[in-house]
T-cell receptor, first 108, second 113 residues
Framework: KNEVEQSPQNLTAQEGEFITINCSYS?????LHWLQQHPGGGIVSLFM???GKKKHGRLIATINIQEKHSSLHITASHPRDSAVYIC??????????FGKGTKLSVKP | DAGITQSPRYKITETGRQVTLMCHQT?????MFWYRQDLGHGLRLIYY???????DKGEVPDGYVVSRSKTENFPLTLESATRSQTSVYFC????????????FGSGTRLTVV
């Protein structure tokens, strides 16, 4: 079993829809990261969470430490949001343990 | 330009050759990391470094060597490249191990033929 599990693996949405990507982890963490990767592109850090909720524009990330679960929400989705979203747990050595990613495609 | 830069961006090499991937950061971040990204496996940690002259193995270190003589540089060397090392390699840095975000380099796409 992977230490960080994401769902769904693939997600197709229509422009304007509300999107949720889920992440569960089984390891002790100091923080939970959400990352974005466009096709053929680099990796961009969206959020780092250790508790509660963070918001940046149309993106919202939440974490429930007791349940070892985090969600990434995208409101009013847009085709430019199409990317792979990766959840990563930050381990005791500062390294990241990654989920396999969720490939999001937003259709106009 | 400030930031974290990787070079080369693309590299094709032959089996058995030694290859070095470069990573340079301008923030004096203490922590630096090398990850590889493969279809079906996602991103996995190769090596990391907590400071100059301090390095440690990650999940998949076999066939790789790192050094960190200066805080800003963290090169990754494939001593004798194999086809299984064909991958996209990402370098990353962070000021410390817990409470700060990560910054990733643009990646190096390495093909071993």
């Amino acid at each position: 079993k992977n230490e960080v599990e994401q769902s769904p693996q693939n997600l197709t949405a229509q422009e304007g829809e509300f999107i949720t990507i889920n992440c569960s982890y089984s390891v002790g963490i100091s923080a939970l990261h959400w990352l974005q990767q466009h096709p053929g592109g680099g990796i961009v850090s969206l959020f780092m969470l250790s508790s509660g909720k963070k918001k940046h524009g149309r993106l919202i990330a939440t974490i429930n430490i007791q349940e070892k679960h985090s969600s990434l929400h995208i409101t009013a989705s847009h085709p430019r949001d199409s990317a792979v979203y990766i959840c990563a747990a930050r381990g005791s050595q500062g390294n990241l343990i990654f989920g396999k990613g969720t490939k999001l495609s937003v259709k106009p | 330009d400030a930031g974290i830069t990787q070079s080369p961006r693309y590299k094709i090499t032959e089996t058995g050759r030694q290859v070095t991937l470069m990573c340079h950061q301008t923030w004096s971040h203490s922590y630096m990391f090398w990850y590889r990204q493969d279809l079906g496996h996602g991103l996995r940690l190769i090596y990391y470094s907590a400071a100059a002259d301090i390095t440690d193995k990650g999940e998949v270190p076999d066939g790789y060597v790192v050094s960190r003589s200066k805080t800003e540089n963290f090169p990754l060397t494939l001593e004798s490249a194999t086809r299984s090392q064909t991958s996209v390699y990402f370098c990353a840095s962070s000021p410390e191990k817990s409470n700060y975000g990560y910054t990733f380099g643009s990646g190096t796409r390495l093909t071993v033929v």
